[in-house]
């Protein structure tokens, strides 16, 4: 990763690291550079996707109907950084609990940043990813939306309490044809945000990015 890449990442990098303690330093920089760095060699992007002129019978709800309210189709996709990584932070907690936080926080923002480069190529005017458990909507929600994209074919799975197998991983709704940019209102966790709390978001906006 180049210098421009990695201070692309930084941010997303520094608000997944918000509440273990590590502020941002000069120090803090190289350590999240050498992560990446020893991470990049673990990780087996993989990205499967599905497009419906229609929305899926599942989506037929709030809050899907209003995000997908104005799109002319809709995207269901599953993304994973592979079960390598999930391995590797896992033996790094046995050994460092510090670069283990640290490559922790890294694989969640290069999972984010690898999925949106992807879906740059997919089309041009593609949403965000809303997640299951987004905005009020629920996390059972990923159980149908396995079922119509069997992200299994990519070694994705889900367990009985919707906890997805790696643990870098992703399963979203896009919507096709419509610009919608992510936002605290009407999440379902907003009364009780740790990241609100404390004046943050849970993501980085496009203009610090």
Known sequence: MN????????????NYLGFRGIGKTEETDR??????????TKIQFNYLYKFYDSPPPFLDKEPYRSFLSGSRGVILS?????AGVDRYI???FRVDMTEAA??????????ERMADDYEKTIAPDLSYRFCPGYGGSSVDD????????????IGIYLGETCFM?????????????????????GCFMAGSCEYLKEGRKCYVSEKKQ
Not at 31 to 40: F, G, H, M, P, V
Not at 165 to 185: D, E, F, T, Y
């Open 102 to 111: 640290v490559t922790d926080a890294c694989a969640s923002a290069l999972l």
């Open 90 to 92: 896992s033996r790094l």
């Open 31 to 40: 350590l999240i550079a050498d992560c990446i760095e020893k991470l990049e």
């Open 78 to 82: 599953a993304t994973t950084l592979g």
């Open 165 to 185: 197998l790696p643990a870098k991983s992703m399963a979203g709704v896009i919507a096709v044809g419509k610009s919608a940019k992510k936002s605290c209102r």
């Open 142 to 153: 990923l159980r149908p939306l396995f079922e119509e994209l069997k992200p299994e074919k």
């Open 3 to 14: 210098s421009s890449e990695l201070s692309a990442v930084l941010p997303a990098v520094y």
